[in-house]
């Protein structure tokens, strides 16, 4: 009877421990960029501030769902990284809101133009261009061709070897089947979509999932950000990356402060100082290889130049919106997900 | 004498609960503290008079809040009745009525009002619109409904119900509350939101179109495209519960009827699946077979095949979950053939049959009930199995996957989530009922207490030879496969620079010293405290519902107790896909609001694994004998003093078996973990699945790895304490359910 009893202490113990704790400063920050970089802002936040961070990396999809999950009862303040297009949509369904940081204006154009695009409700932190990256080894073993636009991704001897995210579940196979319809024009868009669709082995579920495949030799060609590639790239793995010759589009990473946050003014504290130099220059302690949003943050060698590559002119405001993503989500589910590989 | 004790005693309960309403409404504060439910900045920081803090007593003394008004009267009227003796009619009638309507008022305010005003247009049509709101429930609501249960409780009992034994009809009344609060009521919810638009309103059109989606119910299998998750889901869950039904047959034929030497290893096996992260075997496989795997290198070197992704899809998931609950199947079904009475065996013999024909038709017959409850089993568990369809998955999509997705993908569907999970539900319920129906009500018992002698038979040679073969490659299979898993925790970069490191181990779990004292720097400590901690928390309280659950079940009579029975047990039957689903639809809003929180962690393992406490319960009780309490109540002790004083003690096996059950299925949950889990609140297994997605199989593995040890020493140190009494009553609950 005695180690029940004590048994129950140490569990009655354990839940009040495991239940709460009270704390004066803190706030909850959703994190969709990498994990590693996600504990190093918040970690760096704290140290920087003294105010506790509660993180949770979830993937810029599933953090999305969340907010609008909870919007009844908020329980994050700050909803930090992830691909522009969900904090877009937030913006529009009025889940986060309006802040103009006195930071603003050291930053780059494009992350300015973003903030303004979404009524100030986000802003950019870092963007990427779209591509895709390739094992060389694996490439040289099958005598693959080495791929340098998009359109030869659809050659028929690279069937079985291309991986991309499923764009329902990941915003940058979203962002890849938005830059298609508006490099080739629907129609031909989703004709490249279908050519494509011969080619995939599997579309997972998360955005830069098939780069790693690649990278562990379990996929030949994954479509992804290509900082994401570059990552593989600089961590050992034999990776190629492509900056596809037709052009290719490109994500804002962004940042917004979620409506109805508990902590409004640490989420201002920490707004700001995610748009500050010392923060941004993190990234490059755990090589991502994004472009960051301040002009005097450092870039990384590695980094793909984005001066070099051909990048179309986006429009974040109508791919971002719900409507047209709904629409192109339900067509490509309906014309393409359907077909036989 | 006698009889005033039991009146006084009676007299000091309802004074206790009267006081504890009083307390609850008066005292404590009324809705739920937003820094969690153990914090009590509270009570510094505008307590009484705040209106986040106030008691209801408060509340209603400055106006606000007045639909708590009500409550008063059924806290008054228990006090009339404190004089009155417990025969008295008006005493029941008063505590029945005072408990229940307070109880119903509680519930319905709560539902009627939420945080937008009413919860409902019809209120807001008959009433006008509210102007106010309300969020979940705290530590005062929480106290008076239970006053008020208890109270209904005693009203009931003093009626005569089970011979006026107030603790059993508060027990069982608790337990009904609490089941219907945490397993009907979530279900219940789930499936309104399986009829709900985009828009907010319900139509059936909406359901009918989700159900009957092609994504779900497709057969583009059979001409090149894709077959719908549904069929996908029930062909490997069939596949695997065959597979690992005669695999675990393979392997009791091997323990009990053969002159093999390692049995105790084989045994040991059985406990390989409770205490692995679900993922695992997944990832081992994937580094021995995938594309670049050891083993497909080597094999494609050696023959120059072209190596393939055969593993991602149905082949991978379906060894992996081969690998997996083999040993349940092997911990069910070694009871089953032990249980074989020799003597009909011998029977047979004299009759002159040759051993196979003992076999085939006297042995195999006997163990129906096992094999039955295996092919469940394995059933339940490859529908409910979410780790490995995930990194093993391919394009193959299961329903456990497709439901997950469902809720956190960009599409953000909670109907279709909630449509998937019905659907799963459903072949999870058929499946335990076919499995009732094919044994009907035919006996199988063969133990019967009168001369048991004997030893079992040898296994027939015809058998033997497959039996052992199938046995031994699937021994060494497993055994590489776990091999594999340690290895690849020392691994650097698997398959790339495969120098040995502790690298991962590093990362995870290094410890450093600052000027604050001790700092936990690894990565994986807040997860993994977190983890032990909500495992410490649950393993309790779940024996204890479970505990006295079965003491209702074995020891008392009542009207519906098959109804109560099901109850109980239906949460095994629901995958924990589903719950983690119902759960957040059910608790996110007031007025149980505890999404985001460790509660609802703990809150879910206690009902995930409540019926394995049930179990073992049932099976330890039902060795005691019944004169042991009658002697008690004899002797003058009420039924809570027997419970505590005689049969809790005589279960200290039972107790502790189902301890170390839910401590380590709390550690190594996934499936309704990964919707549950919050910022503050994340669990070792939530963690690795993410790790695994940034392709940082070392670190994810080295953590798994270190749970596997952990849970292992839990388990050791078990053993260690009961010593082999526990597995024998393992395995009879297993076999009972």
């Known amino acids: ?341 | 004498m006698r009889k005033v004790s039991v009146e006084n005693t009676g007299l000091s309960v309802l004074i206790f609960w009267i006081a504890a309403g009083w307390a609850g409404f008066c005292l404590l504060p009324w809705y739920g503290i937003e820094d969690g439910f153990f914090s009590f900045a509270w009570l510094f920081d505008g307590y009484p008079l705040d209106e986040d803090y106030a008691p209801a007593a408060f509340l209603i003394a400055q106006s606000e809040k007045m639909w708590l008004a009500p409550l008063i009267a059924p806290l008054l009227a228990p006090l009339f009745v404190l004089r009155r003796r417990k025969s008295d009619p008006v005493y029941s009638a008063t505590l029945i009525l005072a408990g229940g309507l307070g109880f119903a008022w509680l519930i319905a305010q709560g539902f009627g009002i939420g945080i937008r005003g009413f919860s409902y247009e019809w209120l807001n049509a008959v009433f006008g619109e509210l102007g106010d709101r309300q969020f979940g429930m705290g530590y005062g609501a929480l106290l008076v409904a239970t006053a008020f249960l208890f109270l209904f409780t005693q009203g009931i009992a003093a009626r005569g119900a089970i011979n006026g034994d107030v603790f059993v009809v508060s027990a069982i009344g608790g337990v009904i509350i609490i089941v219907a609060t945490f397993v009907f009521f979530p279900i219940v919810r789930m499936l309104v939101a399986a009829f709900v638009t985009d828009g907010g309103h319900y139509s059936i059109a909406v359901f009918v179109s989700k159900f009957f989606d092609d994504r779900l119910w497709g057969l583009g299998c059979f001409w090149g495209a894709r077959c719908g998750a549904a069929w996908n889901s029930l062909f490997l869950a069939v596949l695997v519960g065959i597979i690992t039904t005669g695999l675990g047959l393979v392997f009791a034929l091997v323990v009990t009827r053969s002159g093999f030497r390692f049995k105790r290893g084989l045994r040991a096996l059985t406990v390989l699946p409770i205490i692995t992260p679900p993922f695992v075997i997944g990832l081992a496989l994937i580094l021995l077979f995938g594309l670049s795997g050891s083993v497909t290198v080597f094999v494609s070197e050696l023959f120059g095949m072209q190596p393939t992704r055969w593993l991602y899809g149905l082949p991978g998931i379906l060894i992996a979950q081969t690998l997996a609950f083999t040993p349940i199947a092997f911990l069910v079904l070694i009871g089953v053939v032990e249980g074989v009475s020799p003597s009909m065996e011998e029977a047979a013999q004299t009759l002159r049959a040759n051993r196979w024909q003992t076999f085939k038709t006297v042995s195999l017959p006997l163990m129906r009930p096992g094999l039955a409850n295996a092919f469940l089993l394995g059933f339940i568990e490859s529908m409910a199995d979410f780790g490995n369809p995930l990194v093993l998955g391919g394009n193959f999509d299961v329903l456990s996957t497709e439901i997950f997705f469902a809720i956190v993908g960009a599409q953000y569907d909670q109907s279709r989530a909630a449509v998937l999970a019905m659907v799963l539900l459903f072949f999870t319920l058929t499946a335990f009922y076919f499995q009732r129906v094919w044994l009907g009500k035919k006996n199988y018992t063969t133990v019967t207490g009168k001369g048991d002698a004997g030893v079992h038979p040898l296994m027939p040679r015809r058998l033997s030879f497959p039996v052992f073969a199938v046995a031994g490659i699937w021994g060494a299979f497993t055994i590489i496969v776990y091999g594999m898993i340690v290895y690849g925790s020392f691994v650097e970069l698997w398959g790339v620079r495969n120098t040995l490191t502790f690298k991962h181990y590093i990362t995870a779990f290094s410890v450093g010293w600052t000027e604050h004292g001790l700092h936990w720097s690894g990565a994986a400590w807040d997860s993994f405290f977190t983890t032990i901690q909500i495992a410490a928390a649950a393993a309790p309280l779940t024996a204890a519902v479970g505990l006295i659950t079965a003491y209702l079940l074995t020891r008392q009579t009542f009207a519906g107790k098959n109804a109560f029975e099901f109850g109980t047990m239906l949460s095994f039957a629901i995958p924990g896909t589903v719950i983690g689903v119902s759960y957040i639809l059910a608790f996110n809003v007031p007025p149980i609001e505890i999404t985001g929180t460790g509660i609802i962690l703990v809150v879910s393992f206690i009902f995930r694994n409540m019926p394995v406490g049930v179990r073992a319960g049932i099976a330890s009780m039902s060795q005691l004998d019944k004169s042991l309490d009658e002697s008690s109540l004899t002797l003058g002790a009420n039924s809570w003093q027997t419970f505590r004083k005689v049969i809790l003690p005589l279960l200290r096996p039972a107790i502790l078996a189902a301890l170390v059950f839910s401590f380590v299925r709390a550690m190594t949950a996934i499936s309704a973990v990964i919707f549950l889990v919050s910022a503050e609140y994340d669990m070792a297994t939530s963690y690795i699945i993410g790790r695994v997605e940034n392709n940082d199989y070392g670190l994810a593995i080295a953590y798994s790895t270190t749970l596997i040890f952990v849970m292992l020493s839990v388990v050791a140190l078990l053993q260690f304490i009961v010593g082999r009494t526990q597995i024998g009553r393992r395995t009879q609950f297993a076999t009972r359910t």
């Open chain 1, 1 to 341: 009877m005695k180690s029940i009893k004590f048994a129950f202490g140490i569990s009655l113990f354990a839940f009040a421990a495991a239940t709460g704790s009270a704390h004066a400063d803190k706030m909850t920050l959703y994190c969709s960029a990498q994990e590693d970089w996600c504990q190093l802002m918040a970690r760096s936040f704290e140290e920087a501030t003294g105010i506790d961070v509660n993180m949770t990396r979830k993937s810029s999809g599933e953090t999305f769902a969340q907010i609008r999950a909870e919007s009844a009862n908020p329980k994050g303040d700050v909803w930090w990284g992830g691909t522009g297009d969900p904090h877009l949509q937030a913006a529009e369904e009025d889940l986060t809101q309006e802040y103009v940081s006195p930071m603003r204006d050291q930053l780059h154009d494009w992350a300015i133009s973003q903030a303004e695009s979404a009524g100030n409700r986000t802003i950019g932190i870092y963007s990427g261009a779209l591509g895709y990256g390739y094992n060389t080894d694996l490439a040289s073993a099958n005598n693959l061709p080495e791929p340098s636009c998009w359109k030869d991704l659809l050659k028929p001897e690279y069937k079985g070897h291309v991986q991309m995210a499923n764009p329902n579940s990941s915003g940058t196979a979203y962002t890849t089947l938005a830059s298609m319809v508006q490099i080739f024009g629907e129609d031909e868009g989703f004709e490249f979509m279908k050519g494509l669709h011969a080619n995939i082995n599997q579309y997972t579920k998360s955005g830069s999932a098939p780069i790693k495949a690649a990278g562990r030799g379990e996929n030949t060609i994954g479509i992804v950000f290509m900082h994401d590639a570059v990552k593989q790239a600089v961590s050992g793995f034999p990776i190629k990356v492509v900056a596809p010759c037709e052009g290719t589009g490109y994500e804002i990473g962004s940042m917004s402060i979620i409506d109805g946050a508990r902590n409004l003014d640490e989420a201002k504290k920490f707004y700001d100082w995610a748009l500050s130099p010392e923060a941004q220059n993190l990234a490059l302690e755990v090589n991502a290889f994004q472009v960051p949003s301040n002009k005097n943050s450092e870039t990384s060698p590695s980094a793909p130049d984005m001066s070099q590559i051909k990048l179309i002119d986006y429009d974040f405001a109508k791919y971002g919106s719900s409507d047209e993503r709904k629409r192109l989500l339900q067509k490509w589910d309906e014309e393409v997900s359907t077909l036989p590989q």
